[in-house]
């Protein structure tokens, strides 16, 4: 299924390094959603944009930040990352930011490695 | 206390055998409910609504009991397709902001 799509797949960086990771989706979606998924812990939501409007931050550390250019197109740029952070960083978009309703349709995910 | 809180397992379980399990959350003014599924190494995916008087879905059914602040899938004549984490997601209430919580996931393995 190609609905959603992330690149990279795998990342491994040192904590000095500064890289990006990139969503897109295909679906048509106005909402678009980073995710932080640790070992054995639930899905933690990130970042919330809805018409490249960013909605939500849930008290997410300075060294995540989103980047949201356009409804198909999310980013999520990393800088000074501490080993704990990582984790699967999944994406996800929805039609609306009707959670009541609305499916979320989630990427493949990046499987971050912070050394 | 956890807003959402789940069974970890492993549920262990043969070919054509029944598992349930349930997920329960803090916040009793929630208002939906969800099951998603997750393969290992997949990303989840929608499975089925959680409606108030109970759905079901092929062999899978959910239900809600808002008295005990609990959610459950059952799943009848598992299929070794069936073995995966199941995260149970609640939207909560709107002075929350319909906050969207996940529970850590129950893992399933049907065996031949």
């Known amino acids: 299924e190609t609905g959603v799509t992330q690149t990279p797949r795998h990342l491994v960086m040192g904590m000095t390094n500064k890289k990006s990771l990139k969503c897109e989706q295909h679906?048509?979606?106005?909402?678009m959603y980073w995710y932080k998924q640790s070992a054995k812990k639930p899905l933690e939501l990130m970042f919330v944009?809805?018409?490249?409007?960013?909605?939500e931050n849930n008290s997410v550390p300075s060294r995540f930040s989103p980047e949201c250019p356009n409804s198909s197109h999310l980013f999520l740029h990393l800088h000074t990352l501490q080993p704990e952070d990582s984790a699967l960083y999944l994406c996800?978009?929805?039609?609306?930011?009707?959670?009541?309703?609305?499916?979320?349709?989630f990427g493949p995910g990046t499987r971050l490695t912070v050394l | 206390r956890k807003e959402v809180e789940q069974d970890p397992g492993p549920f262990n379980v043969p070919e054509g055998a029944t598992v349930a399990f349930n997920c329960t959350y803090s916040?009793?003014?929630?208002?939906?409910f969800f099951w998603y599924r997750q393969d290992c190494r997949k990303e989840p995916k929608l499975l089925m609504s959680?409606?108030?008087s109970g759905n079901e879905d092929g062999r899978f059914t959910a239900q809600l009991n808002r008295a005990s602040q609990y959610i459950s899938l059952l799943i009848r004549d598992s299929k070794l397709s069936d073995s995966a984490t199941y995260l149970c997601?609640?939207?909560?209430?709107?002075?929350?902001?319909?906050?969207?919580?996940f529970g850590a996931g129950t893992t399933v393995t049907v065996r031949a």
């Open positions: 996800a978009s929805s039609q609306q930011r009707r959670y009541l309703t609305d499916t979320q349709y």
């Open positions: 679906l048509g979606h106005n909402a």
């Open positions: 944009y809805s018409l490249e409007e960013r909605v």
């Open positions: 916040n009793s003014a929630s208002q939906s």
């Open positions: 959680v409606y108030s």
């Open positions: 997601v609640v939207v909560g209430a709107p002075a929350n902001d319909y906050k969207l919580s």
